[in-house]
Nanobody, 124 residues
Framework: QVQLVESGGGLVHAGGSLRLSCAAS????????IGWFRQAPGKERELISC????????YYKDSVSGRFTLSRINANNTVFLQMSSLKPEDTAVYYC?????????????????WGQGTQVTVSS
């Protein structure tokens, strides 16, 4: 069974850090691009970071660039999103997803396998 499971969310004060994990099962994560999305209350879900499997290139949305780092540990079939200097506007449900393709896509509809999401709340 193909599955992604996120963990690591929680409540943190502004300026703090969290590390989200995304564990894959049923397929080999290193062979596919993996992205992190988030959805804040009342807003659309947005892609904030994605890493290609083909060349390791990583994309970051401007609002998180310099504060968030996506990394992968292939041996553990897991990817991480290290989040630092968190702001209240980072409060959202965070999802990992894969397009089951080696290259990232800018279209959410291309991402066919999703985790259940993990809540991140940043207090001011």
């Amino acid at each position: 069974q193909v599955q992604l499971v996120e963990s690591g969310g929680g409540l943190v004060h502004a300026g703090g850090s969290l590390r989200l994990s995304c564990a894959a099962s049923g397929f080999t994560l290193e062979n596919y691009a993996i992205g992190w999305f988030r959805q804040a209350p009342g807003k659309e879900r947005e892609l904030i970071s994605c890493i290609n499997s083909s060349d390791g290139k990583t994309y970051y949305k401007d609002s998180v660039s310099g504060r968030f780092t996506l990394s992968r540990i292939n041996a553990n079939n897991t990817v991480f999103l290290q989040m630092s200097s968190l702001k209240p506007e980072d409060t959202a449900v965070y999802y990992c997803a894969t397009p089951r393709h080696y290259h990232c896509s800018g279209h959410e509809s291309d991402f066919t396998t999703w985790g259940q999401g993990t809540q991140v709340t940043v207090s001011s």
